[in-house]
């Protein structure tokens, strides 16, 4: 079964850090770009981060510098290691392939607040 599962948000004040992470229970995670995506209330879905097969990364602007977007193949997790949080930041994080094809997960909420 086909299957993205969110985990590692949570609530944490302006100018700190989570790490997020992402199982896929896909078929050849190795061939396929992975991305990070959030949604923040009231807007559309937006891009965040993405991987390649061959571990090419490329940011948002808006968290360029901040974000950090990892792989670990073996395991078929995405990783999301995110510093420096600004309450611009606050949503639901979820992954997905680079093409957004595989049923969304549920996601995971991250709340940046003092």
């Known amino acids: 079964q086909v299957q993205l599962v969110e985990s590692g948000g949570g609530l944490v004040q302006p100018g700190g850090s989570l790490r997020l992470a992402c199982a896929a229970s896909?078929?050849?995670?190795?061939?396929?770009?992975m991305s990070w995506y959030r949604q923040a209330p009231g807007k559309q879905r937006e891009f965040v981060a993405t991987?390649?097969?061959?571990?090419?990364?490329n940011y948002a602007d808006s968290v360029k510098g901040r974000f950090t977007i990892s792989r670990d193949n073996t395991k078929k997790m995405v990783y999301l290691q995110m510093n420096s949080l600004k309450p611009e930041d606050t949503a639901v994080y979820y992954c997905?392939?680079?093409?957004?094809?595989?049923?969304w997960g549920q996601g995971t909420q991250v709340t940046v607040s003092s």
């Open positions: 997905n392939n680079a093409g957004a094809i595989i049923p």
């Open positions: 896909v078929s050849f995670f190795s061939a396929d770009g």
């Open positions: 991987i390649s097969t061959f571990w090419n990364t």
